[in-house]
Protein backbone atom coordinates (compact mmCIF):
# COMPACT_ATOMS: atom_id res chain seq x y z
CA UNK A 1 0.00 0.00 0.00
CA UNK A 2 2.46 2.34 0.60
CA UNK A 3 4.62 1.30 -2.20
CA UNK A 4 1.56 2.65 -4.23
CA UNK A 5 1.22 5.39 -2.50
CA UNK A 6 4.52 6.73 -2.99
CA UNK A 7 4.15 6.48 -6.94
CA UNK A 8 0.97 8.01 -6.94
CA UNK A 9 2.05 11.07 -5.05
CA UNK A 10 5.47 10.82 -7.22
CA UNK A 11 3.36 10.77 -10.20
CA UNK A 12 1.39 13.77 -9.10
CA UNK A 13 4.73 15.61 -9.13
CA UNK A 14 4.79 15.83 -5.16
CA UNK A 15 8.54 14.38 -5.22
CA UNK A 16 9.03 15.81 -1.17
CA UNK A 17 5.57 13.84 -0.33
CA UNK A 18 6.61 10.78 -2.07
CA UNK A 19 10.19 10.59 -0.05
CA UNK A 20 8.64 11.58 3.51
CA UNK A 21 6.27 8.61 2.71
CA UNK A 22 9.28 6.40 2.20
CA UNK A 23 11.70 7.58 4.74
CA UNK A 24 8.51 7.14 7.18
CA UNK A 25 8.36 3.58 6.00
CA UNK A 26 11.88 3.12 6.34
CA UNK A 27 11.88 4.24 10.21
CA UNK A 28 9.56 2.11 10.69
CA UNK A 29 10.84 -1.23 9.62
CA UNK A 30 13.95 -2.95 11.31
CA UNK A 31 15.50 -4.56 8.49
CA UNK A 32 15.59 -4.07 4.78
CA UNK A 33 13.00 -2.07 2.93
CA UNK A 34 10.52 -3.95 0.76
CA UNK A 35 11.65 -4.19 -2.33
CA UNK A 36 8.45 -3.07 -4.11
CA UNK A 37 8.29 0.29 -2.00
CA UNK A 38 12.27 0.82 -3.00
CA UNK A 39 11.73 0.60 -6.84
CA UNK A 40 8.57 2.60 -5.94
CA UNK A 41 10.86 5.48 -4.27
CA UNK A 42 13.33 4.96 -6.74
CA UNK A 43 11.02 5.67 -10.26
CA UNK A 44 10.07 8.40 -8.16
CA UNK A 45 13.53 10.06 -7.91
CA UNK A 46 13.61 9.28 -11.72
CA UNK A 47 10.51 11.14 -12.31
CA UNK A 48 11.42 14.42 -10.16
CA UNK A 49 15.21 14.60 -11.55
CA UNK A 50 16.77 13.55 -7.87
CA UNK A 51 19.52 11.22 -8.34
CA UNK A 52 21.41 11.66 -5.39
CA UNK A 53 18.09 10.41 -3.17
CA UNK A 54 18.15 7.23 -5.77
CA UNK A 55 21.76 6.12 -5.10
CA UNK A 56 21.42 6.77 -1.97
CA UNK A 57 18.17 4.94 -0.95
CA UNK A 58 20.00 1.90 -3.16
CA UNK A 59 23.31 2.03 -1.36
CA UNK A 60 21.58 1.70 1.85
CA UNK A 61 19.86 -1.50 0.47
CA UNK A 62 22.76 -3.44 -0.85
CA UNK A 63 24.47 -2.52 2.33
CA UNK A 64 22.18 -4.25 4.66
CA UNK A 65 20.99 -7.21 2.41
CA UNK A 66 23.68 -7.44 -0.12
CA UNK A 67 21.23 -8.04 -2.56
CA UNK A 68 21.83 -6.25 -6.44
CA UNK A 69 18.18 -7.71 -8.04
CA UNK A 70 17.93 -6.50 -11.36
CA UNK A 71 14.91 -4.07 -11.83
CA UNK A 72 16.11 -2.68 -8.40
CA UNK A 73 19.49 -1.83 -10.88
CA UNK A 74 17.33 -0.83 -13.84
CA UNK A 75 15.79 1.61 -11.73
CA UNK A 76 18.15 3.81 -9.97
CA UNK A 77 20.16 3.46 -13.22
CA UNK A 78 17.20 5.17 -15.11
CA UNK A 79 16.86 7.67 -12.33
CA UNK A 80 20.83 8.88 -13.04
CA UNK A 81 20.75 8.51 -16.77
CA UNK A 82 17.41 11.12 -16.74
CA UNK A 83 19.46 13.63 -15.14
CA UNK A 84 22.51 12.92 -16.83
CA UNK A 85 24.44 11.46 -14.73
CA UNK A 86 26.86 8.81 -16.49
CA UNK A 87 29.93 8.66 -14.98
CA UNK A 88 27.90 7.82 -11.56
CA UNK A 89 25.44 5.30 -13.26
CA UNK A 90 28.41 3.42 -15.22
CA UNK A 91 30.22 3.18 -11.99
CA UNK A 92 27.35 1.75 -10.71
CA UNK A 93 26.53 -0.71 -13.63
CA UNK A 94 30.60 -1.96 -13.30
CA UNK A 95 30.20 -2.72 -9.51
CA UNK A 96 26.97 -4.63 -9.65
CA UNK A 97 28.45 -6.75 -12.50
CA UNK A 98 31.55 -6.70 -10.40
CA UNK A 99 29.30 -8.46 -7.72
CA UNK A 100 27.51 -10.59 -9.74
CA UNK A 101 24.34 -8.75 -11.57
CA UNK A 102 24.18 -9.92 -15.27
CA UNK A 103 24.96 -7.45 -17.72
CA UNK A 104 21.14 -6.82 -19.68
CA UNK A 105 20.34 -4.61 -22.77
CA UNK A 106 17.75 -2.66 -19.65
CA UNK A 107 20.99 -1.56 -18.34
CA UNK A 108 22.71 -0.72 -21.40
CA UNK A 109 19.82 1.34 -22.73
CA UNK A 110 20.38 3.00 -18.95
CA UNK A 111 23.42 3.90 -19.96
CA UNK A 112 22.78 5.07 -23.62
CA UNK A 113 19.80 7.33 -21.70
CA UNK A 114 22.13 9.08 -19.90
CA UNK A 115 24.70 9.40 -23.29
CA UNK A 116 21.79 10.94 -24.66
CA UNK A 117 21.20 13.47 -21.93
CA UNK A 118 24.26 14.14 -22.03
CA UNK A 119 25.19 14.65 -26.02
CA UNK A 120 27.98 12.16 -25.31
CA UNK A 121 27.80 10.34 -28.68
CA UNK A 122 31.38 8.45 -28.83
CA UNK A 123 30.82 7.51 -25.30
CA UNK A 124 27.38 5.61 -26.93
CA UNK A 125 28.80 3.67 -29.24
CA UNK A 126 31.93 2.48 -26.95
CA UNK A 127 28.99 1.44 -24.59
CA UNK A 128 27.50 -0.65 -27.19
CA UNK A 129 30.66 -1.96 -28.68
CA UNK A 130 31.29 -3.15 -25.17
CA UNK A 131 28.18 -4.99 -24.34
CA UNK A 132 28.56 -6.40 -28.07
CA UNK A 133 32.63 -7.55 -27.48
CA UNK A 134 32.24 -8.42 -23.34
CA UNK A 135 29.24 -9.40 -22.32
CA UNK A 136 27.20 -10.51 -26.03
CA UNK A 137 24.61 -8.24 -25.46
CA UNK A 138 22.09 -7.39 -29.06
CA UNK A 139 20.75 -4.00 -29.16
CA UNK A 140 16.92 -3.93 -29.10
CA UNK A 141 14.77 -1.34 -30.62
CA UNK A 142 14.90 1.20 -28.04
CA UNK A 143 19.03 0.58 -27.79
CA UNK A 144 19.05 1.56 -31.38
CA UNK A 145 17.01 4.09 -31.24
CA UNK A 146 18.57 6.39 -28.19
CA UNK A 147 21.71 5.50 -30.44
CA UNK A 148 20.74 7.20 -33.35
CA UNK A 149 18.87 10.28 -31.37
CA UNK A 150 22.77 11.00 -30.12
CA UNK A 151 24.76 10.57 -32.85
CA UNK A 152 23.01 12.54 -35.54
CA UNK A 153 23.56 15.71 -33.98
CA UNK A 154 27.02 14.51 -33.64
CA UNK A 155 27.42 14.18 -37.16
CA UNK A 156 28.36 10.04 -36.57
CA UNK A 157 25.45 9.13 -38.52
CA UNK A 158 27.66 6.24 -40.37
CA UNK A 159 28.54 4.90 -37.29
CA UNK A 160 25.21 4.20 -35.95
CA UNK A 161 23.80 3.15 -39.18
CA UNK A 162 26.42 0.45 -39.05
CA UNK A 163 25.17 -0.78 -35.35
CA UNK A 164 21.66 -0.96 -37.18
CA UNK A 165 22.39 -2.74 -39.89
CA UNK A 166 24.54 -5.62 -37.46
CA UNK A 167 21.30 -5.94 -35.49
CA UNK A 168 19.25 -6.84 -38.74
CA UNK A 169 21.82 -9.02 -39.93
CA UNK A 170 21.32 -10.59 -36.54
CA UNK A 171 17.65 -11.08 -37.11
CA UNK A 172 16.28 -7.81 -35.02
CA UNK A 173 13.44 -6.74 -36.87
CA UNK A 174 12.66 -3.45 -36.32
CA UNK A 175 9.70 -1.65 -35.16
CA UNK A 176 7.45 1.49 -36.72
CA UNK A 177 9.53 3.55 -34.02
CA UNK A 178 13.22 2.59 -34.86
CA UNK A 179 11.88 2.80 -38.65
CA UNK A 180 10.63 6.72 -38.26
CA UNK A 181 13.98 7.25 -36.56
CA UNK A 182 16.09 5.99 -39.15
CA UNK A 183 14.12 8.16 -41.67
CA UNK A 184 14.46 10.51 -39.75
CA UNK A 185 17.88 10.53 -39.25
CA UNK A 186 18.82 10.19 -43.08
CA UNK A 187 16.71 12.78 -44.15
CA UNK A 188 18.14 15.42 -41.57
CA UNK A 189 21.75 13.95 -42.83
CA UNK A 190 20.37 14.55 -46.60
CA UNK A 191 20.00 11.45 -47.76
CA UNK A 192 16.99 10.76 -48.88
CA UNK A 193 18.47 7.30 -51.30
CA UNK A 194 19.12 5.71 -47.70
CA UNK A 195 15.49 7.30 -45.81
CA UNK A 196 13.77 5.42 -48.99
CA UNK A 197 15.78 2.22 -48.42
CA UNK A 198 14.60 2.09 -44.89
CA UNK A 199 10.82 3.14 -46.08
CA UNK A 200 10.92 0.43 -48.51
CA UNK A 201 12.18 -2.43 -46.75
CA UNK A 202 9.83 -1.01 -43.68
CA UNK A 203 7.19 -1.56 -46.39
CA UNK A 204 7.90 -4.77 -48.22
CA UNK A 205 7.97 -6.49 -44.84
CA UNK A 206 4.50 -5.43 -43.98
CA UNK A 207 5.52 -3.55 -40.97
CA UNK A 208 3.52 -0.58 -40.02
CA UNK A 209 3.66 2.16 -42.41
CA UNK A 210 5.63 5.50 -41.17
CA UNK A 211 3.84 8.02 -38.87
CA UNK A 212 2.30 11.44 -40.95
CA UNK A 213 5.08 13.15 -39.97
CA UNK A 214 7.44 11.14 -41.37
CA UNK A 215 5.20 10.45 -44.36
CA UNK A 216 4.88 14.42 -44.66
CA UNK A 217 8.88 15.08 -44.90
CA UNK A 218 9.62 11.84 -47.52
CA UNK A 219 7.04 13.40 -49.34
CA UNK A 220 8.22 16.98 -49.19
CA UNK A 221 11.74 16.00 -49.83
CA UNK A 222 10.53 13.94 -53.28
CA UNK A 223 9.26 17.18 -54.16
CA UNK A 224 12.15 19.01 -53.49
CA UNK A 225 14.17 16.63 -55.31
CA UNK A 226 12.15 16.23 -58.51
CA UNK A 227 12.70 20.04 -58.47
CA UNK A 228 16.31 20.20 -58.35
CA UNK A 229 16.89 17.03 -60.59
CA UNK A 230 18.72 17.40 -63.46
CA UNK A 231 17.19 15.33 -65.74
CA UNK A 232 13.30 14.73 -66.81
CA UNK A 233 13.63 10.99 -66.17
CA UNK A 234 14.71 11.77 -62.36
CA UNK A 235 11.93 14.72 -62.14
CA UNK A 236 9.25 12.09 -62.78
CA UNK A 237 10.73 9.61 -60.53
CA UNK A 238 11.08 11.96 -57.70
CA UNK A 239 7.53 13.59 -58.23
CA UNK A 240 5.94 9.95 -58.74
CA UNK A 241 7.28 9.18 -55.16
CA UNK A 242 6.14 12.28 -53.76
CA UNK A 243 2.13 11.44 -54.74
CA UNK A 244 2.67 7.80 -53.33
CA UNK A 245 3.32 8.87 -50.09
CA UNK A 246 0.76 12.07 -50.32
CA UNK A 247 -1.92 9.20 -50.79
CA UNK A 248 -0.05 6.90 -48.62
CA UNK A 249 -0.61 9.69 -46.14
CA UNK A 250 -4.25 10.36 -46.88
CA UNK A 251 -5.30 6.43 -46.49
CA UNK A 252 -3.62 6.44 -42.95
CA UNK A 253 -5.63 9.76 -42.06
CA UNK A 254 -8.87 7.95 -42.88
CA UNK A 255 -7.78 5.27 -40.87
CA UNK A 256 -6.57 6.71 -37.65
CA UNK A 257 -9.95 9.30 -38.51
CA UNK A 258 -11.50 10.91 -35.43
CA UNK A 259 -14.41 9.43 -34.22
CA UNK A 260 -17.47 10.86 -35.52
CA UNK A 261 -19.66 12.35 -33.01
CA UNK A 262 -23.59 11.99 -33.94
CA UNK A 263 -25.29 15.36 -34.73
CA UNK A 264 -27.49 16.15 -31.64
CA UNK A 265 -30.52 18.27 -32.56
CA UNK A 266 -31.23 19.21 -29.15
CA UNK A 267 -34.88 21.00 -29.23
CA UNK A 268 -38.16 20.68 -27.62
CA UNK A 269 -38.46 17.82 -25.38
CA UNK A 270 -34.28 17.88 -25.60
CA UNK A 271 -33.92 21.35 -24.23
CA UNK A 272 -34.39 20.25 -20.81
CA UNK A 273 -31.38 17.51 -20.70
CA UNK A 274 -29.51 20.07 -22.53
CA UNK A 275 -30.10 22.78 -19.50
CA UNK A 276 -29.02 19.81 -16.92
CA UNK A 277 -26.09 19.38 -19.01
CA UNK A 278 -24.78 23.13 -19.42
CA UNK A 279 -25.38 23.51 -15.20
CA UNK A 280 -27.14 22.05 -12.32
CA UNK A 281 -29.52 22.80 -10.06
CA UNK A 282 -28.04 26.21 -8.57
CA UNK A 283 -26.86 27.69 -11.94
CA UNK A 284 -23.83 26.38 -11.91
CA UNK A 285 -22.18 26.30 -15.67
CA UNK A 286 -20.30 22.87 -16.73
CA UNK A 287 -18.19 23.78 -19.88
CA UNK A 288 -16.19 20.66 -20.51
CA UNK A 289 -19.80 18.41 -20.75
CA UNK A 290 -21.76 21.19 -22.59
CA UNK A 291 -18.76 21.46 -25.21
CA UNK A 292 -19.40 17.60 -25.60
CA UNK A 293 -22.81 17.55 -26.03
CA UNK A 294 -22.67 20.14 -28.58
CA UNK A 295 -20.69 17.79 -30.61
Not at 90 to 116: D, I
Not at 259 to 287: F, N, T, V
Request: one cysteine or more; charged letters at 25%.
Amino acid sequence: QTAALVSAVANAGDFERAKALFDEAVARTSGPVDEQLLQAFLSACARAGEPEHAEHAYAQHTSTTGRRTGFLLSAVMNALARAGSLEPAERLHEQAVAAGASPTVGLLNALLLACRTTGRAERALDLVESARAKHAIRPDNHTLKLLLDVCVPASLLDRALAVCSRAAEQGLQFDALTVNSLIRACLRDGRLDCAFRYYDAARARGAARPNLRMLSQLSRRCFDASVAAGTEGDKSLWMERGLQLYEEANALIAERAPLRYPERRLRGQDQSRRSAIRGGADGRKMPQLAECAEL
